[in-house]
Each structure stands twice: as C-alpha cells, then as structure tokens.
C-alpha cells in the first residue's frame, strides 16, 4: 500500500524512518554541556583556592651569616665602616633591601658606622607567615639589634616604608634616636599617587595571589617602575630581592604602612619627638606628590631637601648628592660626626 502524503504530514502518525525531532537532540547535548561548565568552572574555582591558600602560607627562613635572633625571627644586618664611629643606621622601604643601599655605602662608610637592618619579610632576614609586620613592631626589632650591636646613639635613615619604621622607633627609644632623616617618606595620606597597575592587582583577593604564583622579572621590572623617575631601569638585583618575597610578607608590611599613616599623619607624629629632621623627596616621585614634602616643615627646624630629575629613590637614582645631603645633616648633629 502506498503511504499518502496526508498521512506523511500528520503529527500523530511520525515516519518511523525520518530523523528524531530537533528539541530531541538538543536538550541533551544542552545539559551535557551545563554540567562540563559547571564541572570546568568548580575545578578552576577550586585550584585558584588552592593557589591562594598556599601562597598566603608562605614562609621562609633567614639566610646567611649576619643574622641577629630577634622576636618574631632572624634579622640579617649588614655592617660598614669603623666601629668606633657614630652611628648611621639605614632602613629599607617596601619590597626593598639593605642592597637599595649600595649605591651609597662607600661615601657614607669613611665617616659613619654604617648599620643596615633587612626589616622582617624582606631581604635575608625570616619571612613568617604570622604576624609581627606592624610598624611599631618592626621599629622594635630595629631597636633590639642596635642593641645587640652596642649602639647606644644613632642618626636614623629611612627610605618610604622605613621612614615610618625610624618614626615609630624615635617615638619609642628617644634616648637611642639622636635625629631623622626621610627620603620619600609619604607624610600622609591624600600624598599618594598611585603604585602602578600590578601594585593594585596585587592587593585583589585571589587575583594578587594568582598574579604572585605567575610573576616573572618582567612583571615585577613593571610593579618597580613607580620606585623610579621615568626611565630609570632597576637593577637585577632590585628584582630578585623582590621575587625572593613572600606575597604574605609584601602585603602584610604594605597594609601595615598604610594602618599607620593612616592613624596619623607623620608630621603629627614628629612634632612632638623634638629630633633633627632632614626630608629628601625625588622631583619626579610617581609614589608620593613630591609638594607634599612641604607639610614636613610644620616640624620645627626641619630641612627639606628636593632633588630635580629624580624619582621615589634617590639613594640609588643620584647617589651623590643623596650622600651628600645626609653627610651635610649627620655633620650638624651633635655627636652624627
């Protein structure tokens, strides 16, 4: 018998021979991929946690000689110069090292006992995954090695985040603090400009840990960027010290800096301290609005000192007249020559 065309056509009489409906085939194949998205987006959640609790956790110890045992974990300390000379005790900013210093080290070294101290988390000294990264408690630890080290008096040097370190040190042992000196050292606040690109990504959860596992030099090269004026190309020294990090102790000691200025501005806090303080900011800082050097001035008898064609580190952007600057200040403080 032959099938008639109205038969074919009829939705209640399917050709058993044509293909399966569309919407049979489909929802299918539609839930089949709901469920490997679902499948690849848990596996992905699950390893970018991973990922982040296991660079949160991590720490490391100390390395090499000069290492002073101090509470929180070893200290390395770096020492120049004769012994029996004042005391010039050098502090690192954020991510940095006492290796920021070398640039300068052979001209403050003919004078000065030159001490320079790897704060917590950076450097060789121990990067805990705790605590012990507030900046009073950083200042502390300096204290503690200068008194291991027998320094009874010294002229402090701190270099941004260092320059709270020296503040908060000032304020806790006047009688080891015979004066300051700040090289770009943000007074407040409303001061910043900006750490670039990478130093904001670096503080988004999971996205800062993820871009800490992934970092390379050329990564980091761009997060240093800002430590300089326009053009200044850091040294591979600077970068290494910076990789060698922990993500723990960067963003730990950056959001301990911030806490602290933050509470009060810096000019506040030096006033009522009555130290020599010398200010030096680089003309063409992209960290800190170098005019805002000015509202150090508010201190009594402070010296502040800019430098044209110089960025956020001028120890190691123009290391002469840095020198020069620090060895003129130590010379007009009593007992710092």
């Given amino acids: 018998m032959t099938t008639s065309p109205a038969f074919d056509d009829h939705p209640d009489h399917p050709d058993p021979q044509a293909p399966d409906r569309e919407p049979q085939v489909r929802r299918p194949r539609r839930r089949n991929r709901r469920i490997v998205a679902s499948t690849i987006l848990l596996v992905v959640a699950g390893a970018l946690s991973a990922n982040t609790a296991m660079v949160n956790s991590q720490d490391a110890d100390a390395t090499g000689d000069s290492t002073l045992p101090l509470d929180g974990g070893n200290i390395h300390v770096s020492q120049d110069g004769p012994r029996d000379a004042p005391a010039l005790v050098l502090i690192h900013g954020l991510g940095a090292s006492t290796r920021w210093w070398d640039p300068v080290v052979p001209m ?7 001490i320079r101290i790897d704060l917590l988390g950076h450097g060789r000294s121990a990067k805990p995954a705790g605590g012990g990264y507030a900046i009073p408690q950083q200042a502390h ?15 402090l040097v701190g270099h941004s985040t260092g320059g709270y370190v020296a503040t908060a040190l000032a304020g806790q042992r006047g009688d080891l603090v015979t004066a300051l000196a700040l090289i770009d050292t943000g007074p407040r606040m409303d001061a910043f400009i900006s750490d670039g690109p990478v130093g904001k990504l670096i503080d988004v959860p999971v996205v800062g840990q993820l871009l800490w596992r992934l970092r390379t030099d050329g990564i980091i090269r761009r997060g240093l960027s800002t430590a300089f004026a326009p053009g200044f ?58 005019s805002s050097a000015a509202s150090y001035r508010a201190v009594a008898g402070a010296r502040v000192e800019l430098i044209p064609g110089v960025g956020h580190s001028p120890m190691l952007e123009d290391p002469p007249r840095t020198a020069a600057l620090l060895l003129t200040f130590t010379a007009s403080v009593p007992g710092g020559r």
Avoid: C, N
């Avoid at 403050?108 to 030159?114: F, M």
């Avoid at 630890?141 to 002229?155: I, P, T, Y």
């Fill in 233 to 290: 190309k850091a040294p591979q020294q600077l970068v290494a010290d910076t990789r060698a990090m922990t993500y723990h102790a960067l963003t730990a000691t950056s959001r301990a800096s911030d806490d602290y200025l933050a509470e009060r501005p810096l000019p506040d806090r030096l006033t009522p301290l009555g130290k020599p303080l010398l200010v030096i900011f680089g003309e063409e800082d992209q960290r800190w609005r170098s």
């Fill in 141 to 155: 630890r300096v204290g503690q090695a200068l008194d291991r080290l027998d320094v009874e008096h010294a002229v």
């Fill in 108 to 114: 403050l070294a003919r004078s000065h006992r030159l």
